[in-house]
């Protein structure tokens, strides 16, 4: 019987291997971690190879762990860090350099004149605003810097991908070239309305057709696993980057439903249904992952300093040991004591776009004591959310009463109660934090059968826990204006 779904989570800093059962439970997981590479300031790279090795060894090991063989797995779905960057040979599968990450700033000042030129040229195809962040100028970086390479691209011998690709395009030994769309929507090559490579920047780019994957649904069949790879060939049957797994993940298929992620930085993300909604607050608008030809548009926003905040404290503060005390520490104080801490350690993001901002502790008095700093540094997070989730209740018309939580800051209960009460409306954290994985299962098992639909895994999701909002107007009116106050001490513009 196929009863289970392989979920690969290719991340930034580790490979994941997730085995889920029919119920949606986890019943093995394996994960490694590989090397970050900083050739020079700013720049970021992966081995190729380390990608590629993590994800074989994540593999076989949750297999044996799971006590299952490729004849029991219905399908493999594939979540990916997103807009990181590969080239390789379409004959042999040897990159012609490292994988350009998509933290890398190598491009940053062509990106700067880009904007400049053709900001809104690129916006209003794309839904990007330029950045060195998304994968066309670091594919353009590769073609125009190494050896070779653009007169190897023109004779049709390399081929570019991003991670879900180039997993696919080996696991399959060359037999699959796709993407899919939520992965396409950030190379910034890709026209979000036309749903097709746009050849007007492919032109701007100077980057050739031929280098490009197929684009499909993310949950649909892409093919079948080379029998190497698990002893037996198993269907590929979904592919989508990480923070739209993380949305299907929790099950935001509606118009309205959104959720945040609490990881080293915040991603909030919006679906907004048919309507690619257009953002006045600096919001990109993006595909979202469906089953359907046709996937619905998302709003997105980042917060640069979300968890972060948490290891400033254990690393450079020093004043708790370990992410967890923060919890305790907050709460042992009855309130901030006035004290605003504003993170903006490398700028401030959406709404506020300000690059030259640096960080700010505002409200200090003789009493203020390690906890007020401490619980000030969560508030931070909240605050910083609960701006985003305003830009985008603005930018979309709608009002919201719930928010999906996930990702490893999102176990503070004390961060997630005080959400609530910021915000006023629910916040809901999953039992299952695996979301990212569960996000590529639940588009793998509809797309496979394994599920007919999504009310029927619906019945699988079990809730973790519910916060709700216990805060009287006036308190959130009082913090929300002192926030502001200490943005505005922050603000450079
Ligand atoms: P990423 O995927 O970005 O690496 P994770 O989802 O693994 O991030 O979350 C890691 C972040 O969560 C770190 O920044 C860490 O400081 C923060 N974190 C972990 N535990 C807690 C906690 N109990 N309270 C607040 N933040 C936490």
Not at 170 to 199: P, Q, S
Not at 479 to 491: D, E, H, I, P, V
């Amino acid at each position: 019987m196929k009863n289970y779904i392989l979920s690969i989570d290719q991340g930034t800093t580790s490979s994941r291997a997730v085995i889920f059962d029919k119920d949606a439970h986890v019943r093995a997981i394996a994960q490694q971690e590989f090397k970050q590479i900083y050739p020079k300031a700013g720049w970021v790279e992966h081995s190729a190879q380390d990608i590629l090795g993590s994800v074989m060894a994540v593999v076989a090991e949750a297999v044996v762990r799971a006590e299952i063989t490729a004849e029991d797995i219905a399908a493999i779905g594939i979540t990916n860090q997103r807009e990181t960057t590969l080239v390789w040979d379409a004959r042999t599968g040897k990159t012609v350099c490292n994988a350009i990450v998509w933290q890398c700033r190598r491009t940053a000042d062509y990106c700067e004149k880009l904007k400049k030129d053709y900001g809104d040229f690129i916006y209003e195809k794309t839904g990007l605003i330029p950045d060195a962040y998304f994968s066309a100028t670091k594919l353009k970086w590769i073609l125009d810097n190494v050896e070779g390479a653009r007169d190897r691209a023109e004779r049709g011998e390399l081929l570019f991908g991003t991670v879900d690709t180039f997993l696919m395009w080996h696991l399959t030994k060359g037999a699959v070239f796709a993407t899919d769309c939520t992965n396409a929507a950030r190379t910034m090559l890709y026209n979000i309305h036309t749903l097709k490579w746009d050849e007007e920047l492919l032109k701007l780019f100077n980057i050739p057709a031929s280098m490009l994957p197929t684009v499909q649904p993310s949950g649909s069949f892409f093919g079948y696993t080379d029998k190497s790879v698990l002893g037996s060939p198993v269907k590929i049957c979904s592919a989508v980057g990480d923070q739209q797994a993380a949305l299907f993940g929790h099950l935001c298929v509606k118009e309205g439903d959104l959720k945040n992620t609490y990881g080293t930085g915040c991603f909030l993300l919006m679906n907004t249904g048919e309507k690619p909604v257009k953002s006045s607050n600096g919001l990109v608008t993006t595909l979202g992952a469906s089953l359907s030809e046709r996937p619905p548009y998302v709003l997105e926003g980042s917060v640069f300093v979300g968890g972060a905040v948490v290891q400033w404290l254990r690393d450079g503060l020093k004043i708790i040991e370990k992410a967890d005390d923060s919890e305790t520490l907050a709460e042992s104080v009855g309130d901030n004591g006035g004290v605003y801490v504003v993170p903006a350690f490398t700028g401030l993001g959406a709404p506020h776009w300000d690059g030259g901002a640096r960080g700010t502790i505002t409200g200090i008095t003789r009493g203020t004591s390690k906890a007020h700093v401490v619980r000030a540094s969560l508030e931070s997070i909240a605050y910083q959310v609960a701006d985003l989730v305003d830009a985008m209740k603005r930018d979309a018309g709608v009002e919201i009463s719930r928010l999906a939580v996930d990702g490893g800051a999102s176990k503070n209960n004390f961060l997630l109660q005080f959400q609530s009460d910021i915000l006023n409306c629910e916040t809901v954290r999953p039992q299952t934090v695996e979301t990212t994985a569960l996000g590529a299962a639940f588009l793998a098992g509809l797309a496979s059968g394994l599920w007919n639909d999504t009310d029927e895994i619906r019945e699988t999701v079990r809730t973790g826990r519910v916060f709700r909002p216990d805060m009287s107007e006036e308190r959130r009116r009082a913090l929300l204006g002192g926030w502001a106050k200490a943005l505005r001490q922050t603000q450079t513009r």
